[in-house]
Structure formats: structure tokens, C-alpha cells
């Protein structure tokens, strides 16, 4: 069983800065891919971005050169750094663990608000 815990949200002004991280601890396990999804109110969850165990990654078009994931493997820690933020961006944002069996493993969610 594997266990994930974000941290990092809040109320950012529009143009601001917030970096999520994504802890994950349990029993052994071989990570696949690690990636960021949010959810709006009244909308779909959408992914954001994602991390392969080989450093590739790939970006939402609503997010490129404005987010960066990343992620220390020593520490299965997966970070979001996210800049220029919009008011748009304002969602809870989950992590997501991907094994090498192909099991998925959610977080609870952390809550991301961009206003003035």
C-alpha cells in the first residue's frame, strides 16, 4: 500500500508563485510515472503534468512554461512548481503515483485558490 501527501496549496494573488510537493511512503514499490491532476468546481479532473522514473515529462498546453514538475527519487518527494499563476488555475490539485505493476495510488488533494 502506498500512501501520498501534498502539501503546498493556498490563496495566491493572480501573477503569483506556489510550489506543491508530493510525499509518497508505504511498502515497497517500483514507481512508474508520478503526475499532477486538479479539478475545478463544475469540471472534470484534468491532468496537469507528469514525471516518468526516467525524467521525462509532459505538460498541459494550460500550464507549459509556466509549471515545472519535478522529483527526488531518493526521497519519492514530486514537486510542482507553478508561476505566473491565473485565476483559471484556481482547483484542487492531486498527485498521482503510477507502479511498474500498473496500480494507481491517489492523494487527498490540496487546494490551489488564485484571486485578488
Known amino acids: 500500500q502506498v500512501q501520498l501527501v501534498e502539501s503546498g496549496g493556498g490563496l495566491v494573488q493572480p501573477g503569483g508563485s506556489l510550489r506543491l510537493s508530493c510525499a509518497a511512503s508505504?511498502?515497497?514499490?517500483?514507481?512508474?510515472?508520478m503526475s499532477w491532476h486538479r479539478q475545478a468546481p463544475g469540471k472534470q479532473r484534468e491532468s496537469v503534468a507528469a514525471i516518468t522514473r526516467y525524467g521525462a515529462t509532459n505538460y498541459a498546453d494550460s500550464v507549459k512554461g509556466r509549471f515545472t514538475i519535478s522529483r527526488d527519487n531518493a526521497k519519492n518527494i514530486m514537486y510542482l512548481q507553478m508561476n505566473s499563476l491565473k485565476p483559471e488555475d484556481t482547483a484542487v490539485y492531486y498527485c498521482?503515483?503510477?507502479?511498474?505493476?500498473?496500480?494507481?495510488?491517489w492523494g487527498q488533494g490540496t487546494q490551489v485558490t488564485v484571486s485578488s
Open positions: 498521482k503515483l503510477n507502479t511498474l505493476g500498473g496500480v494507481n495510488y
Open positions: 508505504g511498502s515497497s514499490f517500483s514507481v512508474n510515472v
